[in-house]
T-cell receptor
């Protein structure tokens, strides 16, 4: 089975440009998460969806960040305009929400560098 | 507000000995706890989990202990192997319309041969 698929794997962009990161969750999973990894803060939860509906976006750093999930098999995280402090690894993850808990499966990450 | 804390950024252990990684949390509503392992340039991978109704879960060399009264959990790896060298993340989930899962900052484990 294919795991969580993220694209691009690496992106270098100039400050002020729009960045769009893409994610295809594992088929059949009903929850999707976007995390950001930095040296200082580890893995930060930015936003998560359940059944394509955003449940909690309190981790989104500011209005420059937005996320969508138009259907069960696709999500995007957009940064507009991008800034150097947005440089990080962005992980998408998915899970099947079950009664006693859930195991999250991560993609390989999108490495973003804003210069 | 860091709800899940891993206070040790790194840990060094000799091969064959026990590795103990610690994690503290603040939200008493968390009902599911997980440990993930991450190698460089890869996504985190699930290692072991425990429900809040249990105090221990074991899987091979890996055991997770949960102390709810202290809001503390730990991961024991015994015996430690060089291939265990990685960053270990502690995570906690709470059901809020989905399962909101919060991760700690991670602990880098070095297992010396």
């Amino acid at each position: 089975d294919a795991g969580v698929i993220q694209s691009p794997r690496h992106e270098v962009t100039e400050m002020g440009q729009e960045v769009t990161l893409r994610c295809k969750p594992i088929s059949g999973h009903n929850s999707l998460f976007w995390y950001r990894q930095t040296m200082m803060r580890g893995l930060e939860l930015l936003i998560y969806f359940n059944n394509n509906v955003p449940i909690d976006d309190s981790g989104m750093p500011e209005d420059r960040f937005s996320a969508k999930m138009p259907n069960a098999s696709f999500s995007t995280l957009k940064i507009q305009p991008s800034e150097p402090r947005d440089s990080a690894v962005y992980f998408c993850a998915s899970s099947l929400m079950e009664g006693s808990g859930n195991t999250i499966y991560f993609g390989e990450g999108s490495w973003l560098t804003v210069v | 507000d860091q709800q899940v804390k891993q206070n040790s950024p790194s840990l060094s252990v000799q091969e064959g000995r026990i590795s103990i990684l610690n994690c503290d949390y603040t939200n008493s509503m968390f009902d599911y706890f997980l440990w993930y392992k991450k190698y460089p340039a890869e996504g985190p991978t699930f290692l072991i989990s425990i429900s809040s109704i249990k105090d221990k879960n074991e899987d091979g060399r890996f055991t997770v202990f949960l102390n709810k009264s202290a809001k503390h959990l730990s991961l024991h790896i015994v015996p430690s192997q060089p291939g265990d060298s990685a960053v270990y993340f502690c995570a906690a989930s709470v059901r809020t319309g989905g399962f909101k899962t919060i991760f700690g900052a991670g602990t880098r484990l070095f297992v010396k041969a």
